[in-house]
């Protein structure tokens, strides 16, 4: 698979970093941290960017010791849209397969997913071979139900008419509601504050027609399921009580089916654990890193 280096503005700051031409698809793309460290590789949710992860990296200071690659999906972050094909959760999963490929990851790769990334890391887990083979474990951050629920098809409906009559300015709103625990039952206040504002400002860069595609792509997922009982890597499953997409109830079941799956449920938190709480989830985080590869605190 041929690739080609487009560099960018972050190219001084890590050791491999900018536009990468994967096929005929451009994707951007950092890693950072020592060569020979174990791997992490990131998937963000919807409307998001590879960004979403600075501050859990920064938090836990993965890239002191793990080697990290992150990326955007088309039509997102500094990925331009791609027009070719639409977008699918199957073609972000290719996606992250070419990903692996071109970064030479073979063997003891953990995936850090995020919502919608849930599903691009499971299905690329299930149906790539390179990446089934090299992925030691998955961390899976507020993953909706499987199969998705009516109502959240719905709401993705509803977005893609708002973003081609308003933009998406015109739902930033509406999915901070939705996502940031409410005030009342927040865990800490000032935290929720934060997230807030990260959010939006996260969304307000969003391209219109990427995030449109995106949830075109969920619409399209329909209510098809995956074989989550052909998961048999370690996996950790965190999600907020307050979380209406990720919903306890959903992602205790969706680990029930799998076969060697830990879940959390975080009080006082929302779709944005690694904003609302970093505190809890950088621990459990860090925890489960150090046991998939047998690492001992000092």
Known sequence: MATEY?????????LATGLIK???KTINYYREGPLGAPAIVFTHGMGLSDRYFDDLISHLGLCNRYCLHRFDYDGHGLSPVFDATPSTVESYAADLAALFHHANLTSNVVLISHSLGCFVSMQAALTAPNVAKATKALILLNSPALPMSPPGLYGCQQRIEIIKNKGIAGTIKAIVDLDIAPKESAKCSQSRNEAISKLTNALS???DCGFSRANQAVVAWGSRDM??????????????????????SQTMQMARRMANAEVVILDGVGHHPVWEDIST???????????????VSL
């Open 22 to 24: 994967l096929g005929n």
């Open 6 to 14: 487009l560099p960018n503005e972050r190219t001084t700051a890590l």
């Open 227 to 248: 074989c989550l009982e052909d998961l048999t890597c370690k996996a950790l499953l965190i999600t907020g009580d307050k979380d209406m997409v990720g919903a306890p």
């Open 281 to 295: 989830t950088g621990q459990l985080i860090d925890t489960f890193l150090k046991s998939c590869w047998n690492i």
């Open 205 to 207: 860069v969003t391209s």
